[in-house]
């Protein structure tokens, strides 16, 4: 299968989003969607594409991030769940497995909700039940909400290794990073800023894995235990050492764990 992806600007909902595809059109396993982090573009998943040669894998840019362009207006998560329905509908698949990552995470949470039909199995890493969630630490979360901290590129590098690697004792390139617009960021903080899934988690009966690491300071492991207690079935992946971004500083066992899981009948 292809270690590169197939990229491209597609208009869908009235936004055009930049789409990566790998292995497009692999049989024998539904398709997964990558959900991204808050102002992360889509290339720095492309080692976790790469390592699950056997299934297609798509992951686009959110509006502003990336190569996407800026939004016109701001979104909700609902709203971004059906833009991500639609260009499901643009890529004739009616139903994928899905990998949220930290705000990616909300979304799918998003998705998994209003498009139970079309979801799969679904994995929720480093994430959150939204505004309801337990604090991480204030200095790295203060970042967060200063734009000029995230959307300049040389504070954005400066201040990287702290924000994502915070907690963590193994090393992660970041050198696919972009930094992503002043609308795209902060639009994507104001969509999860007063946005909840506690009130649906119970309603949820896919099958749903929650994966978590020990040493995470953006988003503590109670926030783990959270989700896990209030979706009905879920099952729980703690990791240790690899801090908020695990799933690339410890990639082989979350790799390991998550192809388990979804290939599991």
Not at 60 to 69: A, L, R, T, V
Request: aromatic share 6%; with cysteine.
């Amino acid at each position: 299968m292809a270690k590169t992806a197939q990229l491209s600007l597609i208009g869908v909902a009235g936004r055009r989003l930049h789409l990566a595809r790998w292995n497009a059109g692999a049989t024998g396993h539904p398709p997964l969607l990558m959900l991204n982090g808050i102002g992360l573009n889509l290339e720095l998943l492309a080692p976790l594409a790469r390592a699950l040669p056997d299934r297609e894998v798509i992951c686009f840019d959110m509006p502003g991030i990336g190569s996407s362009p800026d939004p016109i207006i701001p979104y909700t998560m609902s709203c971004m769940a059906l833009t991500t329905a639609a260009l499901l509908d643009r890529l004739e698949i009616d139903q994928a497995d899905l990998l949220g990552i930290s705000w990616g995470g909300a979304l799918a949470q998003q998705f998994a909700f209003q498009h139970r039909a079309r979801t799969g199995k679904v994995v929720l890493a480093a994430t959150t039940a939204g505004a309801t969630m337990v604090p991480g630490n204030m200095s790295m979360l203060a970042h967060m909400t200063d734009p000029r901290e995230y959307t300049v590129e040389r504070t954005l590098h400066r201040n990287l290794a702290s924000i994502y690697n915070g907690g963590g004792n193994e090393r992660i390139s970041l050198n696919a990073v972009k930094a992503p617009s002043p609308f795209g960021f902060s639009y994507q903080l104001a969509a999860i800023s007063t946005w909840s899934s506690l009130p649906f988690l119970p309603l949820l009966s896919m099958p749903v894995m929650i994966m978590a690491d020990e040493q995470d300071q953006m988003v503590p492991p109670a926030n783990a235990h959270l989700l896990h207690n209030a979706i009905p079935g879920s099952r729980l992946e703690m990791f240790d050492g690899g801090g908020h971004l695990f799933m690339l500083s410890q990639r082989d066992l979350f790799i390991a764990k998550m192809r388990a899981f979804l290939d599991e009948d």
